[in-house]
C-alpha cells in the first residue's frame, strides 16, 4: 500500500525532521531500496513510500564500460568566455583493447579539426592563465580578469602573431598591477621561462590599447613599497613589522638611493635592515640567505642596497622607532660571486 505525495509531506512534518518512520509499528528502522524506488520498515515490512526519484548521478555512462569508477557523464563546465552554444565534446577514447574508431580518438580528432582557430587560441591562452595563476598563487577573481583582459587583446594587429603563452603571462601582469596585487616581473619570468623583452612588448602594446580606450592604466614599474607585504609574508613578519618595512622602503627611495634599482632588489636591502636595526619577532632569525632566497635575487644584491642606505638608516625610520641595544655594522665583506671571480683570475 503506497501513500501519496501530500501523506508523505504530513508523514516529514509529523516526524519533526528526525527521518522516516513507520505509519504502523512507529519504527525508525528504514530501509531504502533505490533500485526499486521505495521505502520499507525493517520491522514489519510496510511500505512508506514509492516513486522516489534518485538523486544522485546516472547508472548508464560511458566511462564506466571502459573500467572507470567515475560516474559523471557529462565533462566539465565550460569557459562562458568563449560565447560558445551547447554542444557535445568528444574524448579521445583509451589506448588499446579493441581498434574502434571511438577508442582510436577518431571522433576527437575531426571535432578538434571543426573548431576555429579563434576559439583554439581563446582556449589555450585560458589554460595558459590558469596555469600560470595557480602556480603563482593568484586568486581567482584576477584569473577571471585576465581571461577577459586576454579575449580583448589576443587578436589585435601587435599581439596577434605573438605566443599564447607570452600574451597570458603579460595579461596576468597588468592585471596584477592593475589591481595592487604586487608581483615583478622577475617572478613572471620565472614561472613562464619567458625573457622580460618579450613580456614587455606584449605589456606596452596592452598599455596603448588601454589609453586608446581612454581607461586609466597602472604604472609600467612596481614600486618596493607594493611588493613589501608578501616578501614579509613569505619570511613570516607581522603586520605591524610589514608596515614598517614599507614606511622604511618609501623613505629609502625618497632619501638614500641613487640612480635605478629593482623594486625587490630594494625590497630585499630594506627588509635586512629593518631584520638588522629591530627586535622582529619570528620563529627562526632571518638571515641575509633567507631574505635572498625567499625574494629570488642574489646576496652580494642584498649586501650592495644595505650598504648604500646604511649611512642615512636614522633617517628613514619613523618616530617612536624600538631598536635593538647594538648598532649594527656596515658590511665590509666581499660578496661570494666577486671572490670566486678573483680566484679565477
Avoid at 505509519?23 to 510496510?46: W, Y
Avoid at 557535445?88 to 580528432?109: P, V
Avoid at 603571462?169 to 621561462?193: F, K, L, N, P, Q
Wanted: net charge positive.
Amino acid at each position: 500500500m503506497s501513500l501519496n505525495q501530500d501523506k508523505i509531506n504530513q508523514l516529514w512534518k509529523k516526524s519533526r525532521g528526525q527521518g522516516w518512520f513507520c505509519t504502523r509499528c512507529n519504527s525508525r528502522d528504514i530501509i531504502q531500496d533505490m533500485e526499486k524506488g521505495i521505502k520499507s520498515c525493517r520491522s514489519c515490512g510496510h511500505v512508506i513510500a514509492t516513486s522516489i526519484i534518485f538523486e544522485g548521478a546516472e547508472y548508464r555512462q560511458f566511462k564506466v564500460e571502459h573500467g572507470s569508477q567515475d560516474r559523471s557523464r557529462v565533462g566539465g563546465s565550460n569557459e562562458m568566455d568563449l560565447n560558445v552554444s551547447l554542444s557535445t565534446s568528444f574524448a579521445s577514447g583509451g589506448k588499446g583493447g579493441g581498434m574502434t574508431y571511438y577508442q582510436d580518438g577518431g571522433l576527437g580528432k575531426a571535432q578538434q579539426r571543426s573548431v576555429s582557430s579563434k576559439q583554439r587560441n581563446l582556449t589555450k591562452g585560458y589554460s595558459e592563465i590558469n596555469t600560470i595563476g595557480k602556480t603563482m598563487g593568484l586568486p581567482d577573481r584576477i584569473r577571471e580578469k585576465a581571461k577577459y583582459l586576454f579575449k580583448d587583446v589576443r587578436f589585435l594587429d601587435k599581439i596577434k602573431r605573438k605566443k599564447s603563452k607570452t600574451v597570458a603571462t603579460a595579461v596576468i601582469s597588468y592585471v596584477c598591477r592593475e589591481a595592487g596585487v604586487g608581483r615583478s616581473m622577475r617572478e613572471m619570468c620565472a614561472v613562464s621561462g619567458l625573457s622580460r623583452k618579450e613580456i614587455g612588448k606584449v605589456y606596452r602594446a596592452i598599455l596603448s590599447y588601454k589609453k586608446g580606450l581612454g581607461q586609466k592604466t597602472p604604472s609600467v614599474t612596481l614600486s618596493a613599497p607594493q611588493l613589501m607585504v608578501r616578501f614579509c609574508e613569505t619570511l613570516g613578519m607581522s603586520f605591524p613589522e610589514q608596515t614598517l618595512c614599507e614606511k622604511v622602503a618609501q623613505a629609502a627611495i625618497d632619501k638614500a638611493i641613487e640612480g635605478s634599482r629593482h623594486a625587490d632588489s630594494i625590497a630585499a636591502g630594506v627588509i635586512f635592515l629593518v631584520v638588522q636595526m629591530c627586535n622582529i619577532q619570528t620563529k627562526k632569525p632571518i638571515r641575509l640567505s633567507d631574505i635572498a632566497d625567499a625574494i629570488g635575487v642574489a646576496e652580494s644584491t642584498v649586501r650592495d642596497i644595505y650598504n648604500e642606505i646604511y649611512p642615512k638608516r636614522l633617517e628613514l625610520f619613523p618616530k617612536n622607532t624600538e631598536f635593538k641595544d647594538k648598532d649594527p655594522k656596515q658590511l665590509t665583506g666581499k660578496s661570494k660571486s666577486k671572490s670566486k671571480s678573483k680566484s679565477k683570475k
